[in-house]
């Protein structure tokens, strides 16, 4: 069982940057490969972002490569998204969750093992 937590969103002005975390309990944490997905309203669930287990492996959505990094630290059970140059179209519930998967399939699938509560992101000014 791995429960997740996630943190950090908020409002910010395009060209901002904001940094989610997701915090996960549960001794198996480290076996999943974890990812961010994000939904807009009207629009449907779409994943942003997938690291492996071990981190070494990192895939990410075409709209936002370049622009966001997902890392992990398996020592403290955590995942983060460091956004930055923000846009209006960023602007969705952003969920932390985790699979037994590669990232690639991750980041097409619409589902997964565990998800976190979500966090809202919006970029306005």
């Known amino acids: 069982q791995v429960q997740l937590v996630e943190s950090g969103g908020g409002l910010v002005q395009p060209g901002g940057s904001l940094r989610l975390s997701c915090a996960g309990s549960?001794?198996?944490?480290?076996?999943?490969?974890m990812a961010w997905f994000r939904q807009a309203p009207g629009k449907e669930r779409e994943g942003v972002g997938a690291?492996?287990?071990?981190?070494?492996?990192?895939n990410y959505h075409h709209s936002v490569e370049g622009r966001f990094t997902i890392s992990r630290d398996n020592t403290k059970n955590s995942v983060y998204l460091q956004m930055n140059s923000l846009k209006p179209e960023d602007t969705a519930v952003y969920y932390c969750?985790?699979?037994?998967?590669?990232?690639?399939?991750?980041?097409?699938?619409?589902?997964?093992?565990?998800w976190g509560q979500g966090t809202q992101v919006t970029v306005s000014s």
């Open positions: 969750a985790a699979s037994r998967t590669t990232t690639r399939a991750f980041l097409r699938q619409n589902s997964a093992d565990y």
């Open positions: 549960g001794r198996l944490f480290a076996d999943y490969s």
């Open positions: 690291i492996s287990a071990t981190g070494a492996v990192a």
